[in-house]
């Protein structure tokens, strides 16, 4: 049966990671995937991370089920961290939230959720976006369509084209926003576009689906919840991915939350309690160690500040990277103004480079860049900064 089954193009950004660890050019740099490094190239584990493992492991009794749903604890927590502890949707029980493996597994089980009871529905999703979120939604059966974002020519959020296409989306479709750090181009609403998506989504009644990878990535804990907190303000329904991959550098412990805004609290639980069969049938109940890092980290006063330093500090250093990537650009006599990759926030950069200067620096350079340009500013260090400078010059040359 499967003799005949042809293989499957590699992952336009996971798969770039493979590709790099068999280059073996001792040149090579990897702008590919969105994983911090530090000066010397490392993803460092958070000293909180180490703190917390050591007291999970002391105290450890079990290795039991996770509830379907997570851990509870857990799950308020995060909430916190989404809304702010004590805002009125808490307090009046309108959110509940599901521990899930990563936020793309909170994307998945929120795409299986809705298009069970709204297969009609289409999700509209910014271009450009994240990869994956195409494949994540069709994959559940949702027709997938666009909307307006990213201007080319101004490097800048294109307001007016995408306040003009949300009031087209129709009542009932779905609309795919980026909390922050907007991946991949860096570019974010501002906190009065967010006023006004708040209130075309409210008036035209289709559905806020929100993707928060990157809490604390853009102007920190707080600010970055500035477009949830808006949504919130004007939309009685919304969901919302979390993914704690980024800001507690859990990469591969897959630790992440998807959490539901309904009108009222009985209709919440209700709506939730099929978000809990979705989870059943799809990887039954969540792994647990991310999860109670997370737990231990925020429920420890002291932890939780210290953490709070680690994350300001990464954002300090992608935000300092930006800078010298710019200088080094201008010094190795790169033309054009590249000041806006200095704007943007969170790890990526929509470079501007082209499909064919991109495909020249991997085959010239063993520089792997994704396909539309994006590139992974976190990944770029000291080390590589002057290579990856000449050869940008270079590509722009060939």
């Not at 853009?218 to 991915?241: K, N, T, W, Y």
Request: net charge neutral; aromatic share 8%; hydrophobic share 45%.
């Amino acid at each position: 049966m499967l003799e005949h089954i042809t293989a499957a193009p590699p992952d336009a950004i996971l798969g770039l990671t493979e590709a790099f660890k068999l280059d073996p050019n001792p040149h090579k740099v990897n702008l590919g995937a969105g994983v911090f490094v530090d000066e010397q190239g490392r993803t460092p584990i958070l000293a909180t991370v180490k703190a917390a493992e050591a007291a999970l492991l002391a105290a450890a009794q079990t290795k039991s089920y996770m509830p379907i749903a997570g851990d509870p604890q857990y799950r308020r927590l995060v909430q916190e961290l989404v809304f702010g502890a004590g805002h009125p949707v808490l307090a009046a029980g309108r959110a509940q939230t599901a521990q899930t493996p990563g936020g793309t597994a909170a994307l998945r089980v929120g795409a299986d959720f809705l298009h069970k009871f709204f297969p009609q529905a289409a999700v509209w999703l910014s271009q450009p976006t994240w990869a994956n979120h195409r494949g994540v939604f069709a994959a559940a059966g949702f027709a997938v369509k666009d909307y307006p974002y990213y201007s080319a020519a101004t490097q800048d959020l294109d307001t007016p084209a995408l306040l003009a296409a949300l009031r087209q989306v129709p009542a009932g479709d779905i609309v795919l926003l980026h909390a922050c750090c907007h991946n991949p181009t860096g570019v974010d609403l501002t906190p009065a576009a967010w006023a006004e998506v708040a209130a075309i989504a409210a008036e035209r009644r289709w559905l806020p689906f929100v993707d928060f990878a990157y809490q604390g990535y853009g102007d920190g804990l707080e600010a970055d919840r500035a477009g949830v907190l808006a949504l919130a303000e004007r939309c009685p329904e919304m969901l919302i991915s979390s993914s704690f991959s980024k800001n507690f550098g859990l990469y591969q412990d897959r630790t992440g939350a998807l959490t539901l805004l309904g009108a009222d609290a009985p209709g919440t639980a209700a709506a939730f309690s099929n978000i809990e069969i979705a989870i059943r049938v799809n990887y039954s109940n969540p792994p647990a160690h991310g999860a109670l890092i997370v737990r231990h980290i925020l429920k420890t006063p002291a932890l939780a500040q210290q953490w709070r330093g680690e994350l300001d500090a990464m954002r300090q250093h992608i935000t300092g990277v930006r800078h010298k990537f710019v200088e080094g650009l201008k010094r190795h006599g790169v033309p054009g103004d590249y000041s806006f990759i200095a704007r943007q926030k969170g790890m990526f950069s929509f470079s501007g480079l082209t499909a064919t200067q991109v495909a020249w620096l991997r085959a010239e350079k063993s520089i792997y860049i994704v396909g539309g340009g994006r590139i992974n500013v976190a990944g770029i260090t000291p080390a590589n900064m002057d290579y990856l400078c000449t050869a940008v010059a270079a590509a722009l040359q060939a």
